[in-house]
């Protein structure tokens, strides 16, 4: 199985700050890499698709960047509601395999 | 609007069964793989099993292999998940999620609200 190690699995931060949100795969992904926002209660949302394709109606604040095994979500300037969890997800090879998460706090 | 509506969530026993369903609305169901993601409570997401369009391939995680069976009817545009002998960690939510049109080259691109199963023992 693909294991993604997704880091920080925690962090603080202020309205405006650049985030930026690390998963690394254990073998080659391709750009077979997807990143998801999740609030509570909620099911996840798809912010990033495809490692940079930004999935339509996402602010242009979120990017996504990485190939292979090192990727990378960078949020430019945070706003009020991007607080919350972050995963990534592999869908290059069975079973699909999400990173553990990072949550996104009030500092 | 795509819409996926989970269903069949409860309180069950450790060893019992449960089936879950999802009513999908706002696209072509039949055209789509469709996939199952559960959420242990305050932990993260794990992808369960997928299906085909055509029901004709279906993968699963080894934690449900031989226990969970998924399963659809694009007649009634709805997904279902069998779950047989089920254990206390197999507690959380299952969302029902939309695969994109190019399958692995696409991921999740829409998701469920979830259900909530509980197995107590």
């Known amino acids: 199985d693909i294991q993604m190690t997704q880091s920080p699995s925690s962090l603080s931060a202020s309205v405006g700050d650049r985030v930026t949100i690390t998963c690394r795969a254990s073998q080659g992904i391709r750009d077979d890499l997807s990143w998801y926002q999740q609030k509570p209660g909620k099911g996840p949302k798809r912010l990033i698709y495809?490692?940079?394709s930004l999935q339509s109606g996402v602010p242009s604040r979120f990017s996504g960047s990485g190939s292979g095994t090192e990727f990378t979500l960078t949020i430019s300037s945070l706003q009020p509601e991007d607080f919350a969890t972050y995963y990534c997800?592999?869908?290059?090879?069975?079973?699909?395999?999400f990173g553990q998460g990072t949550k996104v706090e009030v500092k | 609007e795509v819409q996926l509506v989970e269903s069949g969530g409860n309180l069950v026993q450790s060893g019992g069964s449960l089936r879950l369903s999802c009513a999908a609305s706002g696209f072509i169901f039949r055209s789509y793989s469709m996939s199952w993601v559960r959420q242990v409570p305050g932990k993260g997401l794990e992808w369960l099993s997928d299906i085909r369009p055509g029901s004709d391939f279906m993968s699963y995680t080894d934690s449900v292999k031989g226990r969970f069976t998924i399963s659809r009817d694009n007649a009634k545009n709805t997904l279902y998940l069998q779950m047989n002998s089920l254990r206390a960690e197999d507690t959380g939510v299952y969302y029902c999620?939309?695969?994109?049109?190019?399958?692995?080259?696409?991921?999740?691109?829409?998701w469920g609200q979830g259900t909530l199963v509980t197995v107590c023992s």
């Open positions: 997800l592999q869908h290059n090879s069975y079973p699909w395999t």
């Open positions: 999620a939309r695969v994109g049109l190019f399958g692995g080259r696409d991921g999740v691109d829409n």
């Open positions: 495809a490692s940079t």
